[in-house]
């Protein structure tokens, strides 16, 4: 991402959390696009105007994949609370509390962790990212509706999946487990992320 087109983004975040309303802007793309670091720039640019919710947050634990035997497509749409991420979405639209608690993906342990994450009622707008804010199959389907916009973040995949590769072996996967699992888990999951890319507001080309 250049500074120009980060100044650009500053500012269509910036204006959204202008009319004094709680907006919620989700940042969609497929795994390893860079939305977490989009997002957490944007957020940081707007200076306690905007609080972070990623989408990861809600995770299944690993002992329910163990159980659904789901463990190898951790990372698929089936493999997320998405009922729980849209009543939280729900809740966050229209603040009623002095603050609300989102859960956070801990990447070191590889599993969810309630309560980590405060955003405050007076915060006028919550950045929300995730691979699956444009998927439009089953509990899915309800999340768009509830975020006044979202971009989707389009990296090249011969930047993309070395990215990826390299953030798994960076928590702890050996290589070839990190090849492997890029080829059979985060590739599947990445073309479904793909088909929603039309229906974004704003494709974001990093770079």
């Keep these: 991402?250049?500074?120009?087109?980060?100044?650009?983004?500053?500012?269509?975040?910036?204006?959204?959390?202008?009319?004094?309303?709680?907006?919620?802007?989700?940042i969609a793309g497929a795994p390893g696009a860079g939305k977490s670091t989009l997002a957490g720039?944007?957020?940081?640019?707007?200076?306690?105007?905007?609080?972070?919710?990623?989408?990861?947050?809600?995770?299944?634990?690993?002992?329910e994949l163990d159980r659904l035997g789901r463990t190898a497509r951790?990372?698929?749409?089936?493999?997320?609370?998405?009922?729980?991420?849209?009543?939280?979405?729900?809740?966050?639209?229209?603040?009623?509390?002095?603050?609300?608690?989102?859960?956070?993906?801990?990447?070191?342990?590889?599993?969810p962790v309630a309560g980590s994450i405060r955003v405050a009622a007076d915060v006028p707008l919550?950045?929300?990212?995730?691979?699956?804010?444009?998927h439009d199959e089953?509990?899915?389907?309800?999340?768009?509706?509830?975020?006044?916009?979202?971009?989707?973040v389009d990296l090249d995949d011969a930047v993309r999946v070395p990215r990826l590769i390299r953030r798994h072996m960076r928590f702890g996967k050996e290589r070839s487990h990190a090849e492997r699992w890029v080829r059979d888990s985060d590739e599947p999951n990445a073309r479904l992320v793909s088909r929603g890319r039309a229906r974004a507001d704003l494709v974001v080309r990093p770079g």
């Design 74 to 111: 951790k990372g698929a749409p089936d493999t997320f609370d998405a009922a729980g991420y849209t009543a939280l979405l729900t809740r966050l639209r229209t603040p009623r509390e002095p603050a609300v608690y989102a859960p956070a993906f801990d990447r070191e342990i590889e599993e």
């Design 41 to 63: 720039q944007i957020v940081d640019a707007l200076d306690g105007l905007a609080a972070l919710v990623p989408m990861d947050g809600f995770h299944l634990a690993q002992s």
């Design 126 to 134: 919550v950045v929300t990212e995730g691979n699956y804010l444009l």
């Design 138 to 152: 089953g509990e899915w389907a309800a999340v768009r509706p509830l975020l006044d916009e979202v971009w989707f």
């Design 1 to 26: 991402m250049t500074p120009a087109v980060a100044s650009s983004l500053v500012d269509r975040a910036r204006a959204l959390a202008a009319d004094g309303r709680r907006r919620l802007l989700g």
